[in-house]
């Protein structure tokens, strides 16, 4: 059972962010501008609703100095202490050319990114609080930015047109360009399920692994999708994991637990689940199995619009896969879930989620973190409280 953390927000909470440390505090951003502090109990420390009343899309902590909060509305952030929420420290006034949605700080604190609904990444000096760099080159909403763990002057990028970008900010056009459209379609026995409609793979997430090697994107077409980054910062292998009957809204690596590729990930079919990567092809280095490829992407490359297949050529093979696969599917019974298995699986993965729970709302926000010495996911979702799953027992 799911503890709730309640009696704060009046509306639909977004997101949720966490400060390191065992003493860690969080901090979550609802509809209409508010913006609530918790302690590591689920006691809420502090409230505030920000002028303009603008949906809070993201928080970020810095992780050199746990005292700075980060918070996106509009196109603007707002700089806050999570410690004493009277108002804003500071206000970066439009900073993003249009909606901010993701905010990520680097690893020495110096730069925070943006991504925005004109599909521009822009990064901030912190020390100055001005726009050092402007990226372009998402031709939709930018939704989805991270820094790259122990490379603070590398980040990725994802979209609604479907591209993962990798940016040194050295530079300004990305190192590559890798489209999950592309992935899809390429990809051996890709298949769609029942009730999906057939969704394009619209990224909604991305986030790095501690080791910055290995990025995992959730898309609407409800999967997960597995990028590794070689040497000379090279797009090396991609691969998947079939996450969710729904759309994947939410994917993120832990950085607490014995090894950094465990994931957990979220879904518009009210699904949290935590996976366990360290035996998938992509991550082991195996370059073998379905859903992994080993050949390198070409750096900016675009989908070719020929390439596209019409939605009934989609039906007429996603049907005859699924008559191919369905007595296999039928025969599989992975086990260690929390609540049984997801008979959709990717057969690239070995075993399951280690962890499946769920929670039968749409999920807006996964946030892992340790609370009082536990690993825990907390849950965002369309809902003015906050729940906690506990993770302990791995």
């Known amino acids: 059972m799911a503890q709730r953390w309640s009696g704060v927000h009046a509306s639909p ?6 400060a390191g440390g065992p003493d860690g505090l969080l901090a979550s951003g609802a509809e209409g501008g508010e913006v609530a502090v918790w302690n590591q109990e689920g006691q809420p420390l502090a409230q505030l609703r920000l002028s303009g009343e603008e949906d809070v899309t993201c928080t970020a902590f ?7 909060l980060y918070v996106s509305h509009g196109e603007t952030v707002s700089v806050l202490d999570p410690r004493n929420l009277a108002g804003p420290v500071e206000e970066l006034k439009n900073v993003g050319e249009d909606e901010i949605n993701s905010l990520s700080v680097n690893e020495t604190g110096t730069s925070l990114a943006l991504g925005d609904d004109s599909g521009a990444v822009r990064v901030l000096d912190l020390q100055t609080g001005k726009v050092s760099r402007t990226l372009r080159k998402h031709t939709n909403i930018c939704s989805s930015i991270s820094f790259r763990p122990q490379r603070p002057q590398s980040l990725v990028s994802a979209g609604l047109d479907m591209q993962v970008m990798l940016w040194n900010l050295q530079k300004a056009r990305p190192v590559w360009t890798y489209s999950l459209q592309e992935a899809a379609e390429e990809e051996d026995g890709h298949q769609q399920r029942a009730g999906q409609m057939f969704n394009p793979p619209l990224a909604h997430c991305i986030s790095a692994a501690s080791c910055g090697n290995v990025l995992a994107c959730a898309a609407e077409d409800g999967r997960v999708h597995l990028t590794r980054v070689g040497s000379g910062s090279r797009h090396e292998q991609q691969g998947g994991i079939k ?3 729904q759309g994947a809204s939410q994917a993120h690596f832990l950085s607490f637990l014995p090894h950094p590729y465990w994931l957990a990930t979220g879904g518009n079919d009210g699904v949290v689940a935590l996976w366990d990567l360290s035996e998938h092809p992509l991550v082991a280095g195996e370059g073998k199995g379905q859903g992994s490829k080993t050949k390198a992407a070409p750096a900016h490359r675009r989908k070719p619009k020929s390439k596209a297949k019409s939605k009934s050529q989609n039906q007429r093979d996603a049907q005859a896969e699924e008559e191919k696969t369905e007595k296999q599917q039928s025969e599989e019974n992975l086990s260690g879930e929390a609540s049984g298995v997801d008979p959709n699986q990717e057969k690239s993965t070995k075993t399951g989620p280690k962890l ?9 926000w996964v946030c892992p973190v340790m609370l009082k010495g536990q690993p825990s996911l907390v849950v965002a979702d369309q809902s003015s409280s906050l729940s906690v799953y506990s993770l302990a027992g791995l």
């Open 243 to 245: 996450a969710h009957s």
């Open 13 to 18: 909470v977004l997101c949720v962010g966490a």
């Open 356 to 364: 499946k729970f769920s929670h039968e709302d749409k999920v807006n």
């Open 62 to 68: 810095s992780p050199t100095a746990p005292g700075l």
